[in-house]
């Protein structure tokens, strides 16, 4: 079971692609390093609108409220600020600063709002949330739980009252957006290591992937008061049990890694059922883009055999299977029935409470 290209989009070969967010009604968005966006036709890979953001290259993008099929607003983070585009009217409808003027690293939008975290400034780095009806000012600031570069944000899908960032400072955080306070806000805090991703694999599971290439999933703590601590299940250093270099990321259904070896660099992607990598599945395609990295890759809802991706090689591109592909997934659980995490809990795990260390000495920036 192979891919074959398909089509090639080159921004030229100093203007990294850095990552998708799929508009089914539209195209497909990719974001560049030189402050660009483009709309790609799904099919020839063309482009058939620009956006120009900023002079320099874009940290983060997301469509807001994460919603692929009606979705007309996307928004994008750079150093100087976090931006709202309409794609219709190709017209930037709201522009976010901070006081401190922090470069804007990481973003994520669900349930009618936007998160928005920063680059370390001074003794923190913050994580503002907005309402995306009203642009004017943040509905919450948490602006002393982490004390590195915030490098990603996760709504829960389903349960609007949590929120995850993870952190250069080697912590995820839990937010319960019910308090108001932000001492009380902070529900959970998971030690792990300096942040790459992290997200929901199911409604109480969550998944921590290091710029270190560990990974490991953690339970969420539920509202008792005994100190009983769940052990996470550690993968570790994950390079040679999944045979790559580099972890891209985690995506509902499966996992893409990258290898980066002189020219021969390799694309692959593993099955992953619920919380099984199976990694003896795992589909490889040979030079997808060079010895570059690979900092992104999408495969459509119902159109699994179809895979896009993009790397600092400048590229766009589009790989076909001739036998539809049973890994990738829309979602990781069906985000559509919105609950109560604790509510659907079978088997609840106790609450630990959660403790601050000093910062690392050492700073790991994303890619």
């Not at 009983?228 to 045979?243: A, C, K, T, V």
Request: charged fraction near 25%.
């Amino acid at each position: 079971m192979s891919y074959s290209l398909v089509q090639e989009q080159s921004f030229g070969s100093d203007n990294w692609c850095l990552k998708f967010q799929p508009l089914y009604n539209h195209g497909l968005l990719t974001s560049l390093s030189n402050g660009e966006v483009k709309l790609l036709d799904w099919e020839t890979l063309n482009p058939v609108r620009n956006f120009k953001i900023d002079q320099v290259s874009i940290n983060s993008m997301k469509l807001i409220n994460n919603d692929y099929n009606n979705a007309s607003l996307f928004a994008t983070a750079t150093l100087n600020s976090v931006k709202i585009y309409d794609i219709k009217s190709n017209d930037c409808i709201a522009t976010i600063t901070n006081d401190k003027k922090s470069p804007f690293l990481s973003l994520d939008s669900r349930h009618d709002m936007l998160a928005c975290g920063t680059e370390l400034q001074g003794v923190d780095a913050e994580l503002y949330i907005y309402d995306v009806r009203n642009w004017s000012s943040p509905v919450k600031s948490f602006v002393d739980s982490h004390h590195d570069d915030i490098t990603d944000i996760k709504f829960h899908p389903s349960d609007s009252n949590f929120l995850l960032s993870g952190s250069t400072d080697g912590y995820t955080n839990v937010y319960d957006l019910t308090q108001q306070e932000e001492d009380d806000a902070l529900y959970q805090v998971i030690n792990y290591a300096s942040i790459h991703s992290c997200g929901w694999l199911s409604p109480r599971r969550i998944y921590t992937l290091s710029h270190m290439e560990t990974f490991s999933i953690s339970e969420l703590n539920d509202r008792t008061d005994e100190l009983r601590e769940p052990q996470p299940l550690d993968f570790g250093d994950i390079r040679d049990q999944w045979n790559c270099d580099y972890v891209i990321d985690i995506y509902p259904g499966y996992i893409a890694t990258g290898r980066s070896q002189e020219g021969n660099g390799n694309l692959q992607i593993i099955p992953m059922d619920g919380e099984t990598v199976e990694s003896s599945k795992a589909i490889t395609i040979d030079r997808a883009h060079s010895d570059e990295v690979i900092r992104d890759v999408f495969i459509p809802r119902n159109h699994h055999n179809v895979l896009y991706s993009c790397g600092e090689d400048g590229t766009v591109k589009s790989w076909k299977s001739p036998h539809s592909q049973s890994t990738a997934l829309e979602e990781f659980w069906d985000y559509s029935q919105r609950f109560n995490v604790f509510e659907q809990s079978q088997s609840p795990a106790p609450k630990k409470k959660h403790s601050k260390k000093k910062k690392h000495a050492i700073r790991y920036k994303p890619y």
